[in-house]
């Protein structure tokens, strides 16, 4: 119990202090997930949303497929971006496995379905309810998307900072295409599992105290884009 | 003489619309001239909306066929829609008069000066910053309106438009619409309401059960409906 106290108020002292070494894991984590979130946005936003709005035989297969992959184990989109980064691999000669940008392609392997998921299921309430005045004006649901992805920003946002927070708590993945190497790949996740097994108690609990606070501050956010969306579409 | 590129009049010839084995219209042949309102009445489940909806091209006939005059291909562009519930973007007021100018592919600056003037024809310019989706019901259709407007149709469709406007936003709005139809533009409307159907019908189609009973000038049709439905519905009397 004691152990316990003084690992704690170690770790308020380090966060406090703003440690290099804990500030540069929080910087290279924040860096990491971002990059990936926007990467995976890129994809998986237009993919949402074409799928809100097309209408095909095996629809129905994708989006189960689309929902099944949101629960994709992070460890297994480390493998297999491990086994496509490997020096054996078809990528291998980029010579990325054990980078950052492994990290971030990894990440947004993981997050880019959530994305697709939870856009498509946002944007086709909205495709229903603008379809045929949309259809009046001459633009058929190809044309359609990015007035959907514009018009659904309030509720995208969230699912953006949804996709935040898997990336950023997730340790499976940036572990095995990481490395978890000091100072070059290590993230708030991955120093938190090296930390707590090497018994170092108070430099994981700064981190995990640093990763729960960003976590809150997102949810935070989320609740407020929210509020100013219901304030602002009626 | 008529400019060589209008898309009136429009023939619509045995036309017929089926969903779900029912017939919901049956051999409707129609010609809609330049000029003033054509007002659509008839009995509720009569077809007037399928029948608007048919003739912009939001539904493929399963009978018949609708030509329009003009060069072919042209009509599409050049007539517009309003709904019952008006369907407006989550963005400002200008920006959803302007949205439809710039999915035609006009310049930017044409679409915000064009934008800008539907407003001022519908009352709203004091309001161009606002969400369009915060304002009231009437504020929302004179706004669905302009956005009409601004494109500049030959033709406007209009599918039950004061449905649910309390009088003072209804008057607003045929205000707009005989405004419109003085400068030019060729108004087909239904309506439920036989005081509107009076106030601006040029011409009547008197739907009834999928079939056009009647189609004459507003006055004669008012004067001495031709038929013992027609009759009976402007009577008062349930028909249906």
Known sequence: ?234 | MRAPDTILPLHVEGLGYRAGGVDILREVSLVIEAGAPTLVIGPNGAGKSVLLRLLHGLLAPSAGCIAWSGMPGSAARRQAMLFQRPVLLRRSVLANAAYPLHLAGLPRGECEARAREALVLVGLEALAGRPARRLSGGEQQRLALARAAALRPEILFLDEPCASLDPAATKAVEEIVANLAARGTKIVMTTHDLGQARRLAGDIVFLHRGRVLEHRPAELFFAAPGTPEATAFLGGELVW
């Open chain 1, 1 to 234: 119990m004691n152990d316990l106290g003084s690992a704690f108020s170690t770790a308020l002292s380090l966060v406090a202090s703003a440690d290099p070494a804990v500030a540069q894991i929080v910087l290279l984590s924040l860096r990491v997930s971002l990059t990936a979130v926007a990467l995976a946005a890129l994809v998986g936003l237009p993919i949402g949303a074409l799928l809100a709005v097309s209408r095909f035989p095996g629809r129905g297969g994708v989006i189960v497929a689309l929902n099944a992959l949101m629960g994709l184990p992070p460890v297994v989109a480390g493998l297999v971006i491990y086994l496509l980064l490997s020096r054996s691999g078809p990528l291998g000669p980029l010579g990325l496995l054990f980078t950052p940008t492994a990290m971030v392609v990894a990440q947004a392997v993981l997050i880019a379905p959530i994305l697709a998921a939870l856009a498509r299921q946002v944007l086709e309430g909205l495709w229903e309810e603008y379809a045929e005045q949309l259809r009046s004006f001459g633009a058929g649901p190809r044309r359609a998307v990015p007035t959907l992805l514009w018009d659904g920003r309030f509720a995208l946002l969230t699912v953006l900072l949804a996709g935040f927070g898997r990336a950023a708590a997730e340790v499976g993945a940036v572990m095995v295409v990481g490395g978890n190497i000091e100072g070059f790949t290590r993230v708030m996740t991955t120093a938190i599992a090296l930390e707590t097994s090497k018994g170092d108690l108070p430099l994981a609990l700064a981190l995990g105290l640093v990763l729960m606070a960003i976590v809150l501050g997102v949810n935070a956010l989320a609740q407020a884009m929210r509020d100013a969306a219901a304030q602002w579409a009626g």
